[in-house]
């Protein structure tokens, strides 16, 4: 597979190309290749190394702005459908390596798995050439999708909304845990629980991780009585 002209998107070459391997290869297709990993840890590790350097660049971009205002400016540059549209601009759909079953389901359409594979090549690149190597690629490819101002309409963000009133009431933050996946590889339906600082939990159920989310923390807001 020729990546050279993915390599130049996101202006990192990188030295150890295993590491961007496994950021193409999709879980279903390493079922199918005996001995090639996937690349769902690298997800993991892209995801926070996203969200941080987000929030740094939004911290110094807004110096104005309330954490509140920062929260939901870094919500909609990570949410999953950015993360799609950025994904589809560097072609990423044409380099993921899909088990058959996957391909014959159009999982190269599918948003929650090119976001999943955005946040995995941001995580090789981490792990290829450090946190400045990441930092660069991150603002290099999410430049135009940063707002004008501080400032932007509200959103049915229930993640970002439940973090604030948790804090403003509990002065701490939910905390969101994975509780469990279910069905075949192409309709994968994901459960998470998000537990409160008093120590509810609610879950929420949907095709992604990120979509759960937002279902578990809509539920808890509706506990909590916020609209």
């Not at 995801?47 to 929260?71: H, M, N």
């Not at 004008?148 to 309409?153: D, E, G, K, S």
Request: contains cysteine; proline residues 3%.
């Amino acid at each position: 597979m020729d990546t050279a002209e993915l390599q130049d998107s996101i202006h990192h070459r990188f030295a150890q190309v295993k590491f961007l391997e496994s950021a193409l290869t999709h879980s279903s297709f390493a079922n199918e290749q005996e001995g090639s990993g996937d690349n769902e840890r690298l997800e993991f590790l892209g995801d926070a190394v996203l969200e941080l350097c987000i929030s740094e660049e939004g911290f110094k971009r807004f110096p104005d702005a309330a954490e509140g205002q920062l929260t939901r400016i870094r919500s909609q540059l990570v949410k999953e459908q950015s993360l799609a549209v950025l994904a589809r601009g560097l072609h990423l759909d044409q380099y993921i390596r899909l088990g058959r079953g996957e391909e014959l389901q159009g999982g190269r359409e599918r948003d929650a798995l090119l976001a999943d594979a955005l946040e995995a090549l941001l995580g090789a690149v981490f792990l290829d050439g450090g946190f400045e190597a990441a930092k660069k690629t991150i603002l290099t490819i999410f430049e135009d999708l940063w707002p004008a101002r501080a400032v932007l309409p509200e959103t049915k963000d229930y993640k970002s909304r439940l973090q604030e009133v948790s804090q403003e009431r509990f002065k701490e933050r939910p905390i969101y845990v994975l509780a469990g996946t279910s069905g075949p590889e192409h309709e994968k339906i994901f459960k998470v629980d998000v537990t409160l600082p008093q120590g509810e939990i609610f879950r929420g159920t949907s095709t992604s991780v990120k979509r759960a989310e937002q279902e578990a923390a809509r539920v808890g807001l509706e506990y909590l009585g916020d609209d």
